[in-house]
């Protein structure tokens, strides 16, 4: 009966590090990891691979493929548990994971990552308002703005930095500190945007109508 392999959902962001978790602690008395391989699901073949056959583990000889991470992938050891690193982190990276332990006594060890990487929106042009007329003589406005660098959620910590200093979590929050917020105003927007509070409202059209 083939047993349910444990998965992790980690979240990265195009450009920055992200690390999978890897379980290589050992169960027995006595044990030790002898090979470590990193496969990604689409691909069917190994990534990365740490080989610690007739060596200590600290000093195994680590590969890793050029055609996938190269040399931004590494491995360390003294996080709890193990992580595999990824350093400057690409759109192509997104994919689910197996980290694949094999011990010297105990049964080998299967876990599952799932990998998303997010890519930040890149600044185009200014962004202005465009008054608009609607068929019925409706006014409305609109305006497209777009964020180069880090993705607006870095740009609401650095916000509220600003406002309270590093330790913001203790500061009272003042009514006139909510008027600089204006990046975290725009985060909730966007938020509620996606994932509104309250259900789409609709209409039954009973006559055709020219769009």
Request: aromatic share 10%; proline share 4%; charged share 25%.
């Amino acid at each position: 009966m083939e047993t349910s392999v444990p998965i992790s959902h980690i979240v990265a962001l195009v450009g920055d590090s992200a690390y999978l978790p890897c379980d290589i602690s050992t169960t027995h008395e006595g044990d030790s990891v002898h090979l470590v391989l990193w496969y990604r699901e689409d691909l069917g073949t190994s990534v990365y691979s740490i080989d610690a056959r007739n060596r200590e583990f600290g000093i195994a000889e680590r590969w890793s493929d050029d055609t996938v991470f190269s040399h931004r992938a590494y491995f360390m050891l003294d996080k709890k548990p193990a992580q595999l690193g990824i350093e400057n982190t690409r759109e192509e990276d997104a994919g689910i994971y197996r980290c694949r332990v094999d011990f010297q006594i105990g049964q080998t060890r299967n876990s599952k990552v799932n990998l998303t990487v997010i890519e930040c929106p890149i600044l185009i042009a200014p962004g202005k308002y465009v008054e608009k007329y609607g068929r019925y003589g409706e006014t409305f406005q609109t305006k497209v703005v777009g964020y180069q660098g880090g993705c607006l959620v870095e740009k609401v910590y650095k916000e509220l930095r600003e406002i309270y200093g590093k330790t913001p979590k203790s500061a009272p929050i003042k009514y006139e500190d909510l008027q600089h917020m204006d990046y975290l105003e725009r985060a909730i927007k966007e938020t509620m945007r996606i994932f509104p509070a309250v259900p789409a409202i609709a209409r039954y059209l009973t006559e055709d109508v020219k769009m």
